[in-house]
């Protein structure tokens, strides 16, 4: 192989992207840290995986990096239970041990233990 055959080679070889480690696991709760809401992690992708669109819906000022890991959320706030996707620099763990009021909760999960929810039996691998 030619030198030439080399350089094309690289540059056609796919770049993995960087090894981003998740601080939290499904079952966390967890709350925002600039909005006012809360929610059980239940879906982790280790860098972003949503539509386009849906990123450059977040004002630029505010739109986090894609590659970090990024959290699907059974969320809540004062008015209302929805799904939520955050990425990690904007969560932190609520330590108020209060329970998530979402009702996908019973579905996936069991009892709140210790700030976390347990997965149930049938949604382990």
Same mark, same amino acid.
């Given at each position: 192989?030619?030198?030439?055959?080399?350089?094309? *080679?690289?540059? #056609?070889?796919?770049?993995?992207?960087?090894?981003?480690?998740? %601080?939290? @696991?499904?079952?966390?709760?967890?709350? &925002?840290?600039?909005?006012?809401?809360?929610?059980?992690?239940?879906?982790?992708?280790?860098?972003? *995986?949503?539509? #386009?669109?849906?990123?450059?819906?977040?004002?630029?000022?505010? %739109?986090? @990096?894609?590659?970090?890991?990024?959290? &699907?959320?059974?969320?809540?706030?004062?008015?209302?239970?929805?799904?939520?996707?955050?990425?990690?620099?904007?969560?932190?763990?609520?330590?108020?041990?209060?329970?998530?009021?979402?009702?996908?909760?019973?579905?996936?999960?069991?009892?709140?233990?210790?700030?976390?929810?347990?997965?149930?039996?049938?949604?382990?691998?």
């Amino acid at each position: 192989m030619t030198s030439e055959h080399t350089i094309i *080679a690289q540059a #056609e070889a796919p770049v993995a992207p960087p090894i981003a480690h998740a %601080r939290f @696991s499904i079952g966390d709760v967890v709350r &925002h840290r600039m909005l006012d809401f809360r929610g059980v992690i239940f879906d982790v992708d280790p860098v972003f *995986a949503n539509s #386009e669109e849906w990123y450059n819906s977040i004002p630029e000022d505010f %739109r986090p @990096s894609k590659d970090q890991p990024f959290y &699907h959320l059974l969320a809540e706030n004062m008015e209302s239970s929805y799904v939520a996707y955050v990425s990690q620099q904007n969560l932190v763990h609520d330590d108020s041990e209060e329970p998530i009021d979402h009702p996908a909760i019973a579905g996936l999960f069991d009892r709140l233990d210790g700030g976390r929810y347990g997965l149930k039996r049938q949604h382990r691998h």
